[in-house]
């Protein structure tokens, strides 16, 4: 007999991605927000791959989608089309109760704004504590002291928010996004609103909690030193993956080393992103540089290399 479609949504929801060693799987990936006189393509065709255990970082400006990305894989948003997998489970064919439980036990979020984070009338340690209110008491609280320790803020458990600095309040937003013990970690600007030692600090805790965890760690940044002390950035402008920037090999075992000035040095190679259809994104920055002042550049093989530059004649651009 055929399976009803509830058994078919959860063995959609349980079924493992073509690649178990990817934490999150998107393939052409569309959102559109409508209203009632427009819509907004925020997802052009986004196709990206995290691997599990990955500590990662996606940048981009205002409005090039990577907040919208965060949604979608954060459960807090719907895709519209294309595919779209984390940790084995298929966000398209999620119910109601199926996300709930995939955003409570699946993934955790650490937010910009730690008014988000924190609640303001909680010590640090009850603000833990809150999102296990399922668990035992006594469970709770050997799991808060845990975390407390772990973002070295022990000494800080009675604290309010507004006793807290802003890289204690972030500290304890890391803490309360690992209650449940999540496989995947999605951070949003968590270094917008301190100081540069702050924002070092964290990156190097939220290093040592995917080495000891292991658990997968996104941030969405635009943050370019943070980004540049990462394995793998991607970038992503009009909502589709324009490129990514790989570590050197020569950096790899110097990211603790805080002797180097690492917003002036190159510590990534940059990798233009293919779509489909052979397509590439050049930043704008690039055109700039070779004085590209319209819509049209010239494609040439040289020595097996594509050169791409501006066209020779004022009347070919426009």
């Not at 609640?119 to 050997?142: C, V």
């Not at 819509?295 to 501006?310: A, F, P, Q």
Request: aromatic residues 6%; proline residues 3%; hydrophobic residues 35%.
């Amino acid at each position: 007999m055929p399976k009803s479609s509830k058994n078919n949504n959860n063995e959609d929801y349980n079924n493992s991605t073509p690649d178990s060693d990817k934490m999150i799987v998107c393939d052409n990936l569309v959102k559109i927000y409508k209203t009632k006189d427009l819509e907004v393509l925020a997802l052009q065709g986004l196709d990206l791959e995290v691997g599990r255990k990955e500590l990662m970082a996606i940048i981009g400006n205002s409005g090039s989608g990577k907040s919208t990305f965060l949604n979608m894989i954060g459960g807090l948003d719907r895709p519209s089309a294309g595919k779209l997998y984390v940790d084995g489970k298929n966000l398209f064919r999620m119910t109601e109760k199926q996300l709930v439980e995939y955003k409570k036990n699946t993934v955790g979020f650490v937010w910009q704004n730690n008014a988000r984070n924190l609640l303001p009338y909680l010590t640090a340690w009850e603000n833990i504590m809150t999102p296990m209110l399922f668990s035992g008491e006594s469970a709770r609280k050997e799991r808060a002291a845990q975390l407390l320790a772990l973002v070295g803020l022990s000494h800080r458990k009675n604290s309010r928010l507004s006793q807290l600095s802003g890289g204690e309040q972030q500290r304890i937003a890391i803490a309360i996004a690992l209650a449940n013990n999540p496989k995947l970690l999605l951070a949003d600007e968590p270094t917008g609103s301190v100081d540069r030692n702050t924002a070092d600090y964290i990156l190097d805790m939220f290093r040592e909690l995917n080495e000891q965890l292991g658990v997968t760690i996104v941030i969405v940044t635009h943050d370019k030193t943070l980004a540049k002390k990462v394995n793998r950035v991607v970038s992503i402008r009009d909502g589709k993956t324009s490129s990514e920037r790989i570590i050197k090999e020569d950096y790899i075992n110097k990211l603790n080393d805080m002797s180097l000035d690492w917003g002036s040095i190159e510590t990534q190679e940059e990798y233009a992103v293919l779509d489909r259809a052979g397509r590439v994104q050049i930043p704008k920055e690039l055109l700039d540089e070779i004085g590209v002042a319209g819509n049209k550049v010239k494609l040439e093989v040289r020595d097996g290399k594509i050169v791409i530059d501006k066209p020779e004649t004022e009347n070919m651009m426009g």
